[in-house]
């Protein structure tokens, strides 16, 4: 008996992980930005070739987890994927320098912050979220980086923390993220909009656990983030 139930909890936290239900692995104590996540991967990436418009899509499990269809969804565009599953936006700011700008790329596409509103690694304001992503921001413009900011996606529920009632957090850390956009001569990328149910929550049909898109999900996001891409490298 035991070992069936050992092995029927083996099963299902194979299949949590597998769908995404499950928070990141708490941080490195010696690396909590996990800096070495891409390292190796940046040094082989190399320059830019000459004419070359990279992208960096930046982010979090939402991003890592697109990165790999990048080639069938984007075909022959250089787009680079720099996702960390379960980060927060403190632990993004911490890597930008080295996962986006010493990338060099024309754009970054920042993609972040519903990890925060979970609560990931600890309480954290609205506020605090859009600091952070504007923080970000301003060091891509100060070195020639378009950007383009990402709604926050809509999730009615985390289902690692359940209650927390996220749905209208995020339609007002939305908000903020568009007047930071507007300020800050970035493209505000409106996901929301697009993949929201009537509570404001993740479309059944665009994911499979309320936080997480799936196919579908990211072939109704890849056209809208090649609009905003091209809108962005248009501006000086």
Known sequence: M?????????????MAVALGTLPAQPPSPTDWANLARYRDANATLGAPKPGEQRVVFFGNSITE???????AMF????????????????QLLVRFRQDVVALKPAAVVILAGTNDIAGNT??????????????????????????VLCSV??????????????APKIVAL??????????????YLDYHAAMRDERNGLRADLGNDGVHPN??????????AQS?????LRRP
Request: proline residues 9%.
């Open 2 to 14: 035991i070992a069936r139930v050992t092995r029927y909890c083996s099963l299902a936290l194979c």
């Open 65 to 71: 987890s697109w990165a790999p269809h990048f080639s």
């Open 75 to 90: 075909p022959g565009k250089p787009y680079v994927g720099r996702g960390i599953s379960g980060q927060t936006t403190p």
């Open 122 to 147: 600890g309480p954290s304001t609205l506020e605090m979220i859009a600091d952070n992503i504007a923080s970000m921001t301003e060091i891509a413009r100060a070195n020639g980086i378009r950007v």
């Open 153 to 166: 996606l809509p999730v009615y529920d985390y289902p690692w923390k359940r209650g927390l009632e996220p």
């Open 174 to 187: 939305n908000g903020m993220l568009r007047t930071i956009a507007a300020g800050k001569g970035a493209v």
């Open 215 to 224: 196919l579908a999900g990211y072939r109704l996001m890849a056209p809208l």
């Open 228 to 232: 905003a891409i091209a809108d962005a």
